[in-house]
């Protein structure tokens, strides 16, 4: 039975002093929850301020991006150690933000989520389509490529160590989910392609759906046996909508 897991991802948003206040509403509100997990992924900058709230709690630090090397000549970059000294269980890696923005390749990818599992952190890899691949057919081959290639040689613990998100880019920040059906066949897919490169432990991968999740579409989304939580961006800014999505994510299955 895989555990339905919520990540609000705060991207580029929140000074200390707003993260802090964020991190404190969610706390009091879902902080001792356990029928979920929840994690939250604030900027670098705040990570500090908002682990000391959250450190007693039943909620997880994560980053939202990483470097792959341990240590040394990489101006501006953070490694995994970093993140877990700084009290990270979780990172995010490949979204497609950085992808489309910062030009983070399937290759720096891969080495992102390698270098993250050995130090001990687990990355949520984020995998998805633009329109124009979706509307093209194309689907199917832009996630499995994503997933291949930045999977390639990567080793795991356990099922637990790796967690996907599949983000479809039409609908990230947009107000326009995919439906549970468009979802839950490009989860399935996910599975068969994860129980391949992973020889049979792919049923047991949380896979993540991501794009304009909120309170009210969150019990449809998360309706189909193959979606295991959401990565939630604009809708995880407030507490108590962050909070409501998980309570209703606790009241379904
Ligand atoms: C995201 O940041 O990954 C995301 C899905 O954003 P939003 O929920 O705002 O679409």
Redesign the pocket.
Same mark, same amino acid.
């Given at each position: 039975m895989r555990k339905r897991l919520i990540v609000g991802?705060w991207?580029m948003n929140m000074l200390r002093k707003e993260a802090y206040e964020l991190a404190r509403g969610i706390a009091e509100l879902v902080g001792d929850v356990s029928y979920v997990d929840i994690v939250v992924a604030p900027p670098y900058t705040s990570l500090d301020v908002v682990y000391g709230v959250i450190s007693n709690t039943n909620i997880g630090l994560c980053a939202q991006n990483v470097f792959w090397e341990e240590a040394g000549a990489f101006t501006g970059e953070i490694s995994p150690y970093m993140l877990i000294d700084a009290g990270c269980k979780w990172v995010?890696v490949g979204? #497609? /933000?950085r992808r489309a923005v910062l030009g983070e390749t399937d290759e720096m990818v891969k080495r992102k989520v390698a270098a993250s599992i050995k130090a001990g952190l687990i990355p949520i890899l984020?995998v998805g389509e633009t329109l124009e691949q979706r509307e093209s057919g194309k689907t199917m081959e832009v996630v499995r490529g994503q997933l291949e290639r930045g999977l390639d040689g990567v080793e795991l613990f356990s099922s637990d160590s790796i967690v996907i !998100?599949y /983000?479809p880019v039409w !609908?990230? @920040?947009? @107000?326009r989910?995919a439906t549970p059906y468009e979802a839950e066949e490009v989860h399935l897919f996910i599975r068969n392609v994860l129980d391949r490169v992973f020889e049979g432990i792919g049923d047991k991968i949380r896979v993540l759906y991501? @794009?304009?999740?909120?309170p009210e579409n969150i019990e449809d989304i998360l309706s189909p046996p193959n979606i295991d939580g959401?990565?939630?961006?604009? !809708? #995880?800014l407030k507490a108590e909508s962050f909070a409501r999505i998980v309570r209703l994510a606790g009241r379904i299955g």
């Open positions: 991802n991207k995010i979204h #497609s /933000e984020c !998100a /983000e !609908a990230i @920040g947009t @107000g989910s991501g @794009g304009s999740v909120t959401v990565l939630v961006g604009g !809708a #995880s």
